[in-house]
C-alpha cells in the first residue's frame, strides 16, 4: 500500500498565544484551512506560569483580541491569570483549530512545500507556515552566573513565583526595566533586603499621565502604531521606558540601587563601580533571546540564528512570523494590539 505521505495543512501556526490565536480568527472566519501548534497542554499556559503579582500595565479595555472584549472593567489591569483564562475561552468560543501538547522540534522544506516535525516524530505538510512563538522565547542570564556557587539561589523571571520561593538573606535583582523592578519592589515590601543592578538608567513614564492611563494616549494620539522604521517609532525603540515603577518608589521600599552587574567570583557578585554583594539568592530578569534553531529552511535564518523578520515577512516565500516585539510597530508583541498584524497577515495569506 501507498503511503500517503504527512498530513496537509494550508496554513500552520506555531504559537497559540495572543499572536495566533488572533491570526488564527482571521483565518478561520475567511474559510483557510489553518491548524495551530501550541506547546503548553492548554491555551494561556505560558501567562499562567508567570509570577503570581503579575498585572498587564495596559488596561482591560486594550486587551482585547477580535470578536470579543475582555470581560474586566475597561480601566482595570488584568492580572495574569485573567489574562490566561481569557485566551483559553476565546480558542474554545470561537472554535480555533488549536492542537495543544504539540512541540514543534523542527521546520524543513520550502516554498509550498513545507514540513513541520513534532516531538512525537509526526510530521504535518504545509504551504504556508507561520512563527507566532511570542516575545518570550528563551530565558538569558548572562554568563558569568555560571561562576556563582552552587549555594546561591538563581531564578530568571520565567521562574520566579512569590518572595517566599526565595531563602532568607539579601537578594539581588538583575535587570532593571519593567519585570525586574517590578519584583524588586515586591520583595523589597514583603521585608527583604534587596538590592538592584541596571545596565543603564532607563527612561520612566507613569501610568497615568495627566490623569489618563499611558496607553490612552498612546492609543488616541496613534503614536502606538508608528512604523518601527518611521522617526516616531525609531525614537521609541531607542528609549523604552520603565511605567508605572518609579525609582523613587523602589527606594523608598528600600531598594539599593546598583550598576551593571560586570562578573560573579563563588558568592559574590562585582558590579562595574567596584562594589559588590554577596547575595543569597539572584532573580535574573535579563530577558529573552529567540530561539529559532528549530528552523532548518535555507535562508529563514541570520548569522545569529534568528529568523529574518521584515514587517511579517521572511527571505522564504510562504514562510511569516507574527507577535514578535516591534515587528511592526510598538503594539506588534501586545495582547490588545497585535491584532492589526493579525488582520493585514491574515488578508495577505487569503488573498494568496
Known amino acids: 500500500m501507498t503511503d500517503p505521505g504527512p498530513v496537509r495543512r494550508d496554513v500552520v501556526v506555531v504559537g497559540a498565544g495572543q499572536a495566533g490565536l488572533a491570526l488564527g480568527y482571521h483565518l478561520t472566519r475567511a474559510g483557510v484551512d489553518v491548524l495551530l501548534f501550541e506547546r503548553a497542554e492548554r491555551v494561556g499556559a505560558s501567562w499562567a506560569r508567570r509570577w503570581d503579582s503579575l498585572r498587564l500595565f495596559t488596561p482591560a479595555r486594550y486587551d482585547a483580541l477580535p470578536g470579543a472584549a475582555f470581560p474586566a472593567d475597561p ?8 489574562v490566561a483564562a481569557y485566551l483559553a475561552d476565546y480558542a474554545a468560543r470561537f472554535d480555533l483549530p488549536v492542537r495543544a501538547g504539540a512541540d514543534v522540534t523542527g521546520l524543513e522544506g520550502g516554498t509550498g512545500d513545507f514540513r513541520i516535525h513534532l516531538a512525537t516524530g509526526e510530521q504535518i505538510a504545509a504551504a504556508r507556515v507561520v512563527v507566532a512563538t511570542g516575545a518570550f522565547g528563551r530565558p538569558w542570564t548572562p554568563a558569568f552566573a555560571a561562576e556563582l556557587d552552587p549555594a546561591v539561589v538563581q531564578v530568571h523571571t520565567d521562574d520566579y513565583q512569590r518572595p517566599d520561593q526565595l531563602p532568607p538573606g539579601p537578594v539581588l535583582v538583575v535587570g532593571g526595566a519593567n519585570s525586574g523592578r ?3 519592589l515586591e ?7 534587596v538590592h538592584l543592578s541596571e545596565g543603564a ?9 495627566l490623569g489618563r492611563d499611558l496607553f490612552w494616549w ?3 494620539t496613534r503614536v502606538i502604531q508608528a512604523p518601527a522604521t518611521s522617526f516616531v517609532g525609531r525614537c521609541l525603540r531607542a528609549n523604552e521606558p ?3 515603577t518609579p525609582r523613587r518608589a523602589l527606594r523608598a521600599a528600600g531598594v539599593t540601587f546598583h550598576p551593571r552587574a560586570l562578573v560573579a567570583d563563588g558568592g559574590t557578585v562585582q558590579f562595574v563601580d567596584g562594589e559588590s554583594v554577596q547575595p543569597a539568592a539572584v532573580v535574573w530578569a535579563t530577558g529573552y533571546r529567540h530561539d529559532d534553531s528549530w528552523i532548518t529552511t535555507p535562508g529563514a535564518l541570520d548569522t545569529r540564528g534568528a529568523l529574518v523578520v521584515d514587517d511579517g515577512t521572511t527571505p522564504v516565500p510562504g514562510l511569516y512570523s507574527l507577535g514578535r516585539p516591534w515587528q511592526h510597530d510598538r503594539g506588534s508583541a501586545l495582547l490588545g494590539y497585535v491584532h492589526r498584524d493579525a488582520e493585514r497577515l491574515g488578508l495577505r495569506l487569503t488573498r494568496r
Open 182 to 184: 517590578q519584583i524588586a
Open 218 to 220: 498612546l492609543t488616541t
Open 187 to 193: 520583595l523589597a515590601r514583603a521585608g527583604r533586603v
Open 75 to 82: 480601566w482595570s489591569y488584568p492580572s495574569k491569570d485573567q
Open 242 to 244: 520603565v511605567i508605572g
Open 201 to 209: 538608567r532607563l527612561r520612566e513614564l507613569p501610568q497615568r499621565p
